[in-house]
């Protein structure tokens, strides 16, 4: 079984829930939700896309390693993963070259308060990290997992954790550099 690179995975979560508690760390209301711009997010919008898609993901992940289970994909790592999964993480990981906009449904709502959506997603980290140790001993690469933009696109298990956190990576930068231009 690939321990290292579960291991990983979950470091990797909690290393960004940290970093998100760091991001809202002493903001009231107003500076949670100040936007530099009317077309760009605040930091709050920014840790509400992630709770939004990160809940789609956590289903979409349990829904994964337990059929991955039931079907007996066990294996040990290390894995490898094809050249069309690793594009896809090395163009999500920050820093972002391309600006993508986000579906409709994955945009979040302004103006929600620090003292909801802080939680929430600190609560989606500890569950991203149950979801990691709950893989471990399955095989990575043949257990596959819906996309959460479509379920038609599917991706191995190992590359959807490691998309997860590049997506959340790239978020929480975004927003690092919303905290920094904050009056």
Not at 4 to 29: K, P, V
Not at 60 to 85: A, D, H, M
Not at 88 to 96: K, Q, S, V
Request: charged share 25%.
């Amino acid at each position: 079984m690939s321990l290292s690179e579960l291991d990983d995975y979950r470091s990797q979560f909690a290393a960004i829930a940290e970093r998100a508690g760091e991001l809202a760390a002493g903001l009231d209301e107003a500076g949670f939700n100040w936007r530099p711009a009317p077309d760009k997010w605040s930091i709050g919008e920014c840790l509400g896309h992630l709770v939004v898609v990160g809940q789609q993901r956590v289903r979409v992940l349990e829904e994964g390693i337990g059929r991955g289970g039931k079907r007996g994909l066990t294996g040990e790592g290390p894995f490898s993963y094809g050249p069309v999964e690793r594009w896809f993480l090395a163009a999500t990981e920050p820093p972002i070259r391309k600006r993508v906009p986000a579906p409709r449904r994955f945009r979040p709502q302004h103006g929600q308060p620090v003292s909801a959506v802080l939680p929430t997603f600190l609560h989606l980290q500890s569950q991203l990290i149950a979801l990691a140790e709950a893989a471990r001993g399955l095989d990575l690469r043949r257990v596959k997992v819906a996309s959460p933009v479509s379920r038609f696109l599917r991706m191995s298990l190992g590359m959807a954790l490691a998309q997860t956190a590049a997506h959340e990576r790239r978020h929480l930068e975004q927003a690092r550099r919303v905290r920094l231009q904050l009056p």
